[in-house]
């Protein structure tokens, strides 16, 4: 249950920063340089957000297992720095 509802959360996540890109873009284009760091700020956030999630949902996953090496290192940094 935690685990679905914490992948429609990265879902969302996800679509909010899919959907800040036209804006920073157009910001980008008409050259407001403060428009495109508070964007850029905003987007940065919700990235964030997905690393929190994404630490929550490896630990509510129903005991799928995490594959590599690789993986374990990930999840250990994102412990480590968002903790």
Do not use: F, S
């Not at 959907?19 to 980008?28: D, I, M």
């Not at 999630?53 to 290192?73: F, P, T, Y």
């Amino acid at each position: 249950m935690i685990a679905e509802l914490v992948a429609k959360n990265m879902k969302d996540e996800a679509e909010a920063i899919e959907g800040y890109l036209p804006l920073l873009a157009a910001l980008k284009e008409a050259g407001d340089e403060k428009g495109v760091a508070l964007v850029e700020e905003i987007i940065g956030d919700e990235k964030n957000h997905q690393n929190i999630l994404q630490v929550i949902l490896l630990e509510h996953d129903g005991g799928i297992k995490i594959a590599g090496d690789h993986m374990l290192e990930t999840l250990e940094y994102l412990k480590k720095n968002l903790g």
